[in-house]
């Protein structure tokens, strides 16, 4: 599979909208480098490299209205279509619910992703929660839950999970079972306490090859859990992860002690993985076998993403 050399065009988690400076914030996708502007409570994101000499926009520009002021030559560079703009920068679709920022390359991705974060930023509490560094391809991040074997040798489960295909609907990827989580049963599960093992429902929705938002456990205990990794365009990805949780029945917010719980669980599982992540040699070749069926059925959905996008420039040009 080609990793990271491709930029795959489906939503990546771009940021926590707390890492966002004042107005103009760096950032990229891989090799592809952009700024994140803030306005008033929206998060805009376009192309860094300034038409006129390729300036990075972010380092020193100025917004100036619907435009940057570039700080190489003084240009206004128009942000999408800017009218009596000389120069323009493309603009991207962006996300921002409940203080987690995304960006999506191309538009006929969305599958599904922004009505699902739109319901829940209704319906559920969002924490913004922790970011980890690691030397791997982002796309290794997600596939990660589609690897059966790997929950009983990594993560110490009793068993390897009994993960199945579900249904999407949207052109989401969906994965669900069942975990056999003794480390989860004292911690957030809380019909798990001084049990054996804790039976966990699992459902994962996989919106990409970079977003993943798993739902474990059910009804008064379930809590999502929304994973991010972005490639940071040197062989490494940021990985960012977030809860987002209930109100109680009472209409309080969800314990606070149950949401550290989660995230410690979650990054505990996280640095399970990373130790293998950080000294595996991503370009060896696989032999798969076959209990890796739904990690060539992530690799297949992947490829949907590195279609290259039907004659851009001349859409823009049309739209103009
Ligand atoms: S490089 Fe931006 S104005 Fe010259
Ligand atoms: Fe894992």
Same mark, same amino acid.
């Given at each position: 599979?080609?990793?990271?050399?491709?930029?795959?065009?489906?939503?990546?988690?771009?940021?926590?909208?707390?890492?966002?400076?004042?107005?103009?914030?760096?950032?990229?996708?891989?090799?592809?480098?952009?700024?994140?502007?803030?306005?008033?409570?929206?998060?805009?994101?376009?192309?860094?490299?300034?038409?006129?000499?390729?300036?990075?926009?972010?380092?020193?520009?100025?917004?100036?209205?619907?435009?940057?002021?570039?700080?190489?030559?003084?240009?206004?560079? +128009?942000?999408?279509?800017?009218? +009596?703009?000389?120069?323009?920068?493309?603009?991207? #679709?962006?996300?921002?619910?409940?203080?987690?920022?995304?960006?999506?390359?191309?538009?006929?991705?969305?599958?599904?992703?922004? =009505?699902?974060?739109?319901?829940?930023?209704?319906?559920?509490?969002?924490?913004?929660?922790?970011?980890?560094? =690691?030397?791997?391809?982002?796309?290794?991040?997600?596939?990660?839950?589609?690897?059966?074997?790997?929950?009983?040798?990594?993560?110490?489960?009793?068993?390897?999970?009994?993960?199945?295909?579900?249904?999407?609907?949207?052109?989401?990827?969906?994965?669900?079972?069942?975990?056999?989580? =003794?480390?989860?049963?004292?911690?957030?599960?809380? +019909?798990?306490?001084?049990?054996?093992?804790?039976?966990?429902?699992?459902?994962?929705?996989?919106?990409?090859?970079?977003?993943?938002?798993?739902?474990?456990?059910?009804?008064?205990?379930?809590?999502?859990?929304?994973?991010?990794?972005?490639?940071?365009?040197?062989?490494?990805?940021?990985?960012?992860?977030?809860?987002?949780?209930?109100?109680?029945?009472?209409?309080?917010?969800?314990?606070?002690?149950?949401?550290?719980?989660?995230?410690?669980?979650?990054?505990?599982?996280?640095?399970?993985?990373?130790?293998?992540?950080?000294?595996?040699?991503?370009?060896?070749?696989?032999?798969?076998?076959?209990?890796?069926?739904?990690?060539?059925?992530?690799?297949?959905?992947?490829?949907?993403?590195?279609?290259?996008? #039907?004659?851009?420039?001349?859409?823009?040009?049309?739209?103009?």
């Amino acid at each position: 599979m080609a990793m990271s050399a491709n930029l795959y065009r489906g939503w990546h988690q771009i940021a926590f909208e707390r890492e966002l400076r004042d107005r103009l914030t760096p950032a990229a996708l891989g090799h592809l480098p952009l700024v994140l502007i803030r306005d008033q409570d929206r998060v805009h994101a376009v192309d860094a490299v300034c038409p006129h000499r390729g300036a990075h926009l972010a380092y020193g520009g100025k917004l100036d209205g619907d435009a940057i002021v570039c700080p190489f030559h003084g240009h206004r560079i +128009g942000i999408g279509e800017t009218p +009596g703009c000389e120069y323009m920068v493309r603009r991207y #679709r962006t996300l921002t619910v409940g203080g987690l920022v995304f960006v999506l390359p191309d538009e006929r991705h969305d599958n599904g992703f922004t =009505a699902l974060m739109e319901e829940l930023n209704r319906t559920h509490f969002f924490v913004q929660g922790f970011t980890l560094v =690691a030397h791997a391809p982002a796309e290794l991040v997600v596939e990660n839950g589609f690897d059966r074997r790997h929950f009983e040798f990594v993560h110490a489960l009793k068993s390897t999970p009994n993960l199945r295909l579900g249904p999407g609907g949207h052109g989401e990827l969906v994965i669900q079972g069942d975990f056999q989580a =003794a480390a989860f049963e004292s911690n957030w599960h809380p +019909g798990g306490e001084g049990q054996a093992s804790t039976e966990i429902g699992f459902l994962a929705r996989v919106f990409s090859p970079n977003v993943c938002v798993s739902r474990l456990g059910e009804g008064e205990s379930e809590h999502l859990v929304i994973s991010g990794a972005t490639p940071n365009g040197d062989g490494r990805c940021t990985i960012r992860v977030s809860v987002a949780v209930r109100a109680r029945s009472d209409g309080r917010p969800p314990s606070e002690s149950a949401i550290r719980a989660l995230l410690r669980d979650s990054k505990l599982a996280y640095e399970q993985d990373l130790a293998i992540w950080e000294h595996r040699v991503h370009d060896a070749p696989s032999r798969f076998d076959d209990e890796d069926d739904l990690v060539i059925e992530f690799h297949r959905f992947c490829k949907n993403f590195l279609e290259a996008e #039907r004659s851009e420039q001349s859409r823009a040009h049309q739209a103009r």
